[in-house]
């Protein structure tokens, strides 16, 4: 007798046992996976970027979106995003950090025009994320053109190995083969460039004869139903678009067999078929499989007695959560037999409304939107929403070939392998849109976890925290190697307005200040003494470490873009036009950031007073303390030992005030605390010093000032310190702001606007009752304009809409 279980209220709570009884192993189960689920949470990224390629020249704007846990709500868990810029040698050009604001950040890169032509890679991930490995980044393949001619291959790193040689694999629906059950087997056929090509084929057994036939139906894809028989092994031979041929075994099926199917063509409901052969059946007879089903974050274990050797079921999908989703099943000892994908569409995005004030439009013509955002229920959603407007004229692409919110947070964020064309399965939903993806849940594995390391302890311990602002590390140790051991570290940052930070060491040397917030790259001065006030330690910064870049294989031959070619005559035009006017001369180049200092003249005023003398770095001998390198070369200076061994202050040697008042010191620019031992800085760090006997700051009077110049362009850890260290850290990335010019009229500018990005924002926050508008200009293209609006709102829903209107 067929068993039939109606499973109609799955996700009521976290996790809940459903079935005929919870038996003993659902229970344990549903336990490690809690635990798991508990300390692993998870952090998606997504980037929206401003249109799908770019020329050598152009800036790349982008809107990043951190997404926690399985229900999409904006992440509060990381403060900092890190997003690379990957050339074509698989090395990263530029990276930045974001400061992530309930989730969201926003920034751009610059493309240099001397960069070669080709497909870069932009990486967006958190520290949190790192637990995961590079699979959980966020990476998107940006195409850019050049208008400089070729002159060596720039697609290809020096010794890298092409694969010329198409692929072919099969994937049992169940992950294996039983005899005498018949199985559906999914395949997928990939090219040399990693992109889906068409096949066809027929199944033959081990006497030659064939069994069935097949084709590809979307993207390489497709599949076929196979009944194994004992005895008898199988094999596809497959012909390819080009004539050519190749053979691959198919896997084996066990003598004692159990598959699992999933019928995923109901929009209410997937219907789970359980089957076991004779063999099977007669040996597991009455024993206690469970059936785990798993989506958004909840799970819910089913008791499956095995009392017939077909057991089958109904999920209800309103009570999943929209997404891939898992349905697998375990032997009565708690081992994973088989696992199925399935995709749950609830229709649940945000649902939004985007309109114009006209429907058509003159060139240069201010227009005015309105966007409206609702949630299922109809109601008002205030969320977040960036959007991106082009010029379809001059930027085409395949609506099926984009990155999009709903592709990536709900589809390939959870796929191990590439997702060829994502946003096909989101853009206009049908039956055969469902029927293809349900391909991509057949011919991919599932990323979030493995069960067999879950179940048995073996993932790895996680090595990194949320990284909650920006924060600077190191070691302090005493001059003989020791580590220093409680001992004192300061952080002189100026301008951060907070004084002197101070940290204490660990056993082991190590400090770490926190909560630091401060933009592009800073100067800092770390100091370090012991418990007994000694500054005889040696600090070493633990700078910014690139997380490794995983190979990328650029295809032998680039796909000629017809969308990239059209873009790149249009930039060309818009760059001759600029060069005719002066605008831009040569070439924009890499950036270069100078670290030198450029070389005052002798006496200049600093607010300090006129410089009375000057030492350079190269006149003062290296080694021992710097106050006895220059006593006795100032007149009307002395060094008085602080009664600590190695420590001085400078005093002038005639001085009025009561009690006497140090010499001022100055280190590149920012002013150090009075008493400022001098011994702390190196003798191999000085590279000038100005000396003000007479310094004034304002109507005051001062006893004189050290103004000192430190040499720069050593890396942190080759400069070894005596008790200070001079560094200079990364800080959060400033976006730019998008230009969009503002025409009274169409003769305001006589120069031809040739934009291609037309409009860009990357904030628009709707109001209670879902409401925003913005306006802009429009460039002289005459055609379609496309207007894309993507974002979430505080309950994790999602939205993508897209809006076109008419220049002429």
Known sequence: MKQKLIIACLMLCFCRVHGQNAGTFGNPVISKL???????LTEKVYLQFDKPYYATGDTV????????GE???????????????????????????????????WGDFLLPDSLPKGNYRIRAYTQWMRNEADASFFEQVVSVGSTEKEKIAESTPAGAKIN???????FPESGNLGNGLKSKIAFKAVGANGKGIDVAGVVLDNNNTEICRFASTHLGMGYFYLQPQEGKSYAARITYADGMQSVAKLPDAGTSGLVLTVNNDSLPKASVRIEANKVCFAQNRDKDYTLLIYSGGVATS??????SSVILLDIAKRHLHTGVATVTLFSPAGEPLCERLFFVQNYDQLKLDIKSDKTVYAAREKVNISLLAKNRADSASMGHFSVSVVDEGKVSVNESDESSILANILLTSDMKGDVEQPNYYFANINDDARSNLDLVMLTHGYRRFEWKPLLNNAYPPLAYQPEKSLEIAGTAKMLGGRALNKGAVSLIAPFSGRGILSAVTDDKGNFRFTDLVYMDSAKFILQAVNAKGSNNTVLTYNADKPVPVTFYQQPQATRVDTGLIAYMKTHQKQHDQLYAQGLITGKMLREVKINAHKLDKPAITRGYGVADYIIHGNDITYGGLLSERLDGRIPGVIFVSTGIIGQSVAYKRITMASPPTPIRIVIDGSEMPAGFDINSISTALVDKIEIATNATVGDLSTEGAFIITLKHGLQA????SKGIL?????GFYKAREFYSPKYESATDNKLADLRTTIYWNPEIATDKSGNAQFDFYNADGKCSYKVVVEG?????????????YKVE
């Open 61 to 68: 704007y982008f809107k990043a979106y951190v997404t926690f």
């Open 34 to 40: 809690k635990t798991f689920l508990a300390t692993h």
């Open 726 to 730: 001079h560094i200079t850290a990364r």
């Open 717 to 720: 850890n080759e400069i070894s």
């Open 71 to 105: 229900r999409h709500q904006l992440s509060t868990l990381s403060g900092v995003l890190h997003v690379d810029l990957i050339n074509t040698n698989n090395k990263i050009d530029q990276s930045i950090k974001l400061q992530l604001v309930n989730g969201l950040a």
């Open 164 to 170: 010329s040689k198409p692929d072919v694999q099969f």
């Open 302 to 307: 089913v008791i499956c007695k095995l009392d």
């Open 792 to 804: 979430i709102d505080a309950e994790g829903n999602l939205g993508r809409q897209v809006f076109r």
